[in-house]
């Protein structure tokens, strides 16, 4: 089957540095994608890898390794407005897009 | 770009009737929308996937007779959510590409249904 693995909720401190990890076995790979959830709100796009390696994007930045089915979602400098779910999606061989379920990040002060 | 405006942000109807949502891709065409839905504290789960002029494809489990969804244009889906029930209650959202099929998903704003 298909399994996106990713922590539930993870707290981190308002300026620090949070790495959010994404692992998952899919039938085929077309790339990967970070999303961001405020609650009570849809998700929006934050990055798309394909290839390996590190997306930088401001405070945000995305790592891929293909051959170890891994992802990261880097937050530098966080801010209180951080604190949402971030949701990592894989598209398979058929461009299905599979959901991971979420990691709830909270930001203390 | 890539907008999509979804309609309306929150309803609340009384268990029995339908109601209809509007997806609408704004400055973009899009010949494939996805219906998700999602329930607190949980992931997104897709519903059906809206073709423009063809029928929708729906997941295992959703009920194509009680979630109607047409696809009239290229830039507008409808899911009506038929006699209603509370346990239809939920975060609906739609989705669409404004590219290829590895392209990013763009979500509307969601609709939370309340059915009492």
């Known amino acids: 089957g298909q399994n996106i693995d990713q922590p539930t909720e993870m707290t981190a401190t308002e300026g620090a540095i949070v790495q959010i990890n994404c692992t998952y076995q899919t039938s085929g790979f077309n790339g990967l994608f970070w999303y961001q959830q405020h609650a009570g709100e849809a998700p929006t796009f934050l990055s798309y890898n394909v290839l390996d390696g590190l997306e930088e994007k401001g405070r945000f930045s995305s790592f891929l390794s293909r051959s170890k089915g891994y992802s990261y979602l880097l937050l530098k400098e966080l801010q209180m407005k951080d604190s949402a779910s971030y949701l990592c999606?894989?598209?398979?061989?058929?461009?299905?897009?599979?959901w991971g379920a979420g990691t709830k990040l909270i930001i203390k002060p | 770009g890539a907008v999509v405006s979804q309609h309306p942000s929150w309803v609340i109807c009384k268990s029995g009737t339908s109601v209809k949502i509007e997806c609408r891709s704004l400055d973009f065409q899009a010949t494939t929308m996805f219906w998700y839905r999602q329930f607190p504290k949980q992931s997104l789960m897709l519903m059906a996937t809206s073709n423009e002029g063809s029928k929708a494809t729906y997941e295992q489990g959703v009920e194509k007779d009680k979630f109607l969804i047409n696809h009239a244009s290229l830039t507008l889906s409808t899911l009506t959510v038929t006699s209603a029930h509370p346990e239809d209650s939920s975060f609906y959202i739609c989705?669409?590409?404004?590219?290829?099929?590895?392209?990013?998903?763009?979500f509307g704003n969601g609709t939370r249904l309340t059915v009492t």
């Open positions: 999606a894989v598209i398979d061989s058929n461009y299905q897009l599979i």
């Open positions: 989705s669409a590409r404004a590219g290829q099929e590895n392209s990013p998903l763009h």
